[in-house]
């Protein structure tokens, strides 16, 4: 048996395992000295925590869409990060809109609720069009096809919206009703952050109960099994799967009004780099899986946050926190390499086996 073992290893399997070994070390070196310095407060963590959840609230509403699509398609809709994006961007010109009507802080749950049903309607939308205009006639085609056809419509997306509103950025209104903090005892939450972590907690559990509970959740997971078979059981395969991109695209738009919340920019670019993070999270957690997505959106929330100056300010690397985007992609390269099926994949395989 070693015999047979030693016999599969490849010098680039030794390299790579040398690689993970020395990141390994490095954070946790890294780790020991920034805490043994004491240069951050435990308030400084605590705070830390906190964003990191709150980020990763954002990331896990983005998530769930990947992981719907693959879940029934075996495809990454890269175009995804776009259907974020389009929401937000569109819903910000009702904020101002009911800024200059005088509602926006008169009356602020009913021009929350209009901001956030006016993003989950247009990326719902273009969830629903982009399944049925790109990647419908492609399902029988190669996978790379409908790779390649995500990336194109992702671009085409994009400056779409460009062209539409403008390559400048938006700004969106500030809401009093989200202005300050919470203290709870010594921990000082914002408003903005307590409104991402819960309202990510309530999509998830929404969207899990329509999955695992509801009659078109049991037909999802039929045709996620077995299209032929679905559909000679009498489910209409192109309205699930099309029910399925209007689900992560309601998700993606009122994740998209939550990260405005947090960073109230609008562009045509914002869905490029928390797309990416999100299918990082995605593929963490386990991609098609509902609960794994949410679970692998919190811990790359949290490495975010926490990360540059856990891991890197004991290395002596100078403004660690301009690193974070690196080491979401590095966990993602990481994942890919030693656990490609995520922190619940493989457990999810053995269940169904």
């Not at 209409?236 to 998209?256: E, M, Q």
């Not at 939550?258 to 999100?278: D, N, S």
Request: no cysteine.
């Amino acid at each position: 048996m070693f015999r047979n073992w030693t016999q599969r290893i490849t010098w680039s399997d030794i390299v790579i395992w040398a690689v993970g070994a020395l990141i390994l070390i490095g954070v946790i070196w890294g780790s020991i000295v920034t805490i043994n310095t004491g240069k951050y407060a435990p308030s400084t963590w605590i705070d830390l925590t906190i964003t990191g959840l709150a980020l990763g609230g954002v990331y896990a509403l983005i998530a769930l869409g990947y992981t719907l699509v693959y879940g029934i398609l075996r495809m990454i809709n890269f175009a995804h990060s776009e259907v974020f994006m389009s929401g937000p961007f569109t819903a910000t010109f009702a904020a101002q809109a009911l800024v200059a009507m005088g509602w926006w802080n008169t009356y602020p749950w009913l021009s929350l609720l209009i901001v956030m049903l006016v993003s989950a309607a247009v990326s719902a939308s273009i969830a629903i069009l982009l399944e049925r205009v790109a990647y419908r006639r492609l399902r029988g085609a190669p996978r790379l096809v409908p790779l390649i056809t995500a990336i194109g419509a992702s671009f085409f997306l994009q400056y779409t919206f460009r062209g539409l509103y403008g390559s400048g950025l938006k700004s969106f209104p500030d809401m009093e009703l989200f202005s300050g903090f919470w203290l709870i005892g010594t921990i000082r939450i914002f408003k903005t952050q307590a409104a991402a972590i819960i309202g990510a907690v309530i999509m998830m559990l929404i969207l899990y109960t329509i999955v695992q509970r509801t009659k078109i959740g049991k037909a999802m997971r039929s045709v996620s099994e077995d299209k032929e078979v679905a559909a000679l059981m009498g489910i209409n395969v192109d309205r699930v799967i099309a029910t399925t991109f209007a689900l992560g695209g309601l998700s993606a738009g009122i994740a998209g009004i939550l990260y405005l919340l947090l960073f109230p920019v609008a562009h045509f670019f914002m869905g490029f780099f928390p797309g990416l993070k999100a299918f990082t999270a995605a593929v963490l957690g386990g991609i098609g899986n509902v609960p794994g997505a949410f679970l692998g959106a919190m811990v790359l929330g949290l490495l975010e946050s926490v990360g540059p100056s856990l891991f890197l300010d004991g290395l002596g690397i100078p403004a660690p926190n301009q690193l974070k985007d690196a080491i979401a992609f590095t966990i993602l390269v990481l994942i890919l390499i030693f656990r490609p099926s995520g922190i619940l994949g493989e457990r999810l395989t053995q269940a169904k086996a």
